[in-house]
């Protein structure tokens, strides 16, 4: 079975703080993602990565960065977490294949700004 | 990227089959069609996708119609465990997760 870990279910952090949010897959995926998702507006793609050291913006990148050192570690980043930035981030990767087949997804981690 | 449209929520009860429906009238001629279900407090889960044809595995059915402007997700013996968020997504260059179709299994 694919893994897909994510460092923590549950985060509090501070305003202003930075955020690391790591996430491993253990198939060797060379597709990976970072979602949040939010009551009434579903899941929604922040950052994803086709290998190693290479990223590509989604819908809503403002106020994070991420990073790909690995192929099997994708973290995300909080430069200065603002309390809008609370919600449940999901990671999640995929294979190269036509059509991207199927996302794996982790438990989720679920982030409060205060 | 094609858009779709679920209803907001479905009942059905335990046993019986449940067949969500899923739009995506704008879906153009490479695209899939991709199913998945997030039960609560956990990430989405890879039901089954498709093209053209109907397709079937160990969770649940696929019908596309001909024209591949809407599908039907069928799970044949729902359970309690079946209760779950259900996205229809259409691929494009990303992967598009709205709102979905909230089933609720009553026993």
């Known amino acids: 079975d694919v893994k897909v870990t994510q460092s923590s279910r549950y985060l509090v952090k501070r305003t202003g703080e930075k955020v690391f949010l790591e996430c491993v897959q253990d198939m060797d995926h060379e597709n990976m993602f970072w979602y949040r998702q939010d009551p009434g507006l579903g899941l929604r793609l922040i950052y994803f990565?086709?290998?190693?050291?290479?990223?590509e913006k989604g819908d809503i990148p403002e106020g994070y960065s991420v990073s790909r050192e690995k192929k099997e570690r994708f973290s995300l980043i909080l430069e200065s977490a603002s309390t809008n930035q609370t919600s449940m981030y999901l990671c999640?990767?995929?294979?190269?294949?036509?059509?991207?087949?199927?996302?794996?997804f982790g438990p989720g981690t679920r982030l409060l700004v205060l | 990227d094609a858009k779709t449209t679920q209803p907001t929520s479905m009942d059905c009860a335990e046993g019986r089959a449940a067949n969500l429906p899923c739009n995506h009238s704008?879906?153009?001629?490479?695209?899939?069609v991709y199913w998945y279900r997030q039960i609560h407090s956990q990430g989405p889960q890879y039901i089954i996708h498709?093209?053209?044809n109907n397709e079937t595995n160990e969770m649940a059915s696929l019908i596309i119609t001909e024209d591949r402007k809407s599908s039907t997700l069928i799970l044949p013996h729902a359970t309690l465990r079946d209760t779950a968020v259900y996205y229809c997504i259409v691929n494009g260059q990303n992967f598009v997760f709205g709102p979905g179709t909230r089933l609720s299994v009553l026993p």
């Open positions: 999640a990767s995929s294979p190269v294949g036509a059509g991207r087949e199927t996302q794996y």
């Open positions: 704008t879906i153009s001629g490479n695209e899939y």
């Open positions: 498709g093209l053209k």
């Open positions: 990565s086709y290998d190693v050291k290479m990223k």
